[in-house]
């Protein structure tokens, strides 16, 4: 666990944890970049529907906007998603919906929701699907300002994957302020998800590195 996930309860804690994870385990299972967002809905189905044998789609308040996946794959057992259409403003009550009828958290005052592809990402497309993780409020600070100057998503883009800057972000919730700072993060993020003998997770954990020191200014 890191600091970030602290002001939980410890049972809350494990469902932060586990939204996160369930991400990262792409990495360490598969050597590739989850997708986490797609341009309609209907890209999303057919990743689904091509990427795992085994799955179930449940709606959220009604599935128009917001829907919970579970995933059954023999190469990580089980997998859980929330996925949310762009537009939709009420993604963080969807998240909190998951984590009281799913995973039985009854304390929803520290909880909160966020998307792991920046949404500004995808200004001109409303109808675009984008999934979300569980954390903490008050955190991902220090985020907006980088994500507002990343390069908008083009017509045809269809699916955006995991990068290391969204990976720091669910991992860390928070921009280190110097280079000490995002060393400190690398070693907690190290201990949190498994790299030894992971040579793609050991380079995707150095384009981390490399990505996000480029945002911290150096005295």
């Known amino acids: 666990m890191t600091n970030a996930w602290s002001p939980l309860?410890?049972?809350?804690?494990d469902f932060v944890a586990q939204s996160i994870l369930d991400y990262i385990v792409f990495l360490e299972q598969l050597r590739e970049p989850p997708k986490v967002a797609f341009e309609s809905f209907t890209e999303l189905n057919e990743w689904l529907s091509g990427e795992f044998k085994n799955y179930n789609v449940q709606p959220i308040f009604?599935?128009?906007?917001?829907?919970?996946?579970?995933?059954?794959?023999?190469?990580?057992?089980?997998?859980?998603?929330?996925w949310v259409k762009k537009s939709y403003g009420?993604?963080?009550?969807?998240?909190?919906?998951?984590?009281?009828?799913?995973?039985?958290?009854?304390?929803?005052?520290?909880?909160?929701?966020?998307?792991?592809?920046?949404r500004i990402m995808l200004t001109d497309f409303p109808d675009s699907w984008i999934a979300?993780?569980?954390?903490?409020?008050?955190?991902?600070?220090?985020?907006?300002?980088?994500?507002?100057?990343?390069p908008k998503a083009r017509k045809g883009f269809g699916s955006i994957a995991l990068?290391?800057?969204?990976?720091?972000?669910?991992?860390?919730?928070k921009?280190?302020?110097?280079?000490?700072?995002?060393?400190?993060?690398?070693i907690d993020i190290k201990g949190q998800?498994?790299?030894?003998?992971?040579?793609?997770?050991?380079?995707?954990?150095?384009?981390?590195?490399?990505?996000?020191?480029k945002y911290i200014k150096v005295p």
């Open 132 to 150: 979300i993780f569980s954390t903490y409020k008050n955190s991902n600070s220090g985020f907006g300002s980088i994500e507002r100057g990343l």
């Open 9 to 13: 309860n410890p049972e809350d804690a």
């Open 193 to 213: 998800i498994l790299v030894e003998k992971n040579n793609y997770l050991q380079n995707f954990i150095c384009s981390i590195y490399n990505d996000v020191s």
């Open 62 to 82: 009604g599935g128009r906007n917001a829907i919970r996946v579970e995933i059954m794959d023999q190469r990580f057992t089980y997998l859980e998603q929330v």
């Open 90 to 118: 009420r993604y963080r009550q969807a998240m909190k919906y998951v984590a009281t009828n799913f995973h039985g958290v009854h304390d929803l005052s520290a909880l909160d929701a966020d998307h792991i592809s920046a």
């Open 163 to 173: 990068s290391p800057m969204m990976a720091f972000k669910i991992l860390t919730g």
């Open 175 to 186: 921009m280190p302020r110097n280079i000490a700072d995002l060393d400190h993060a690398l």
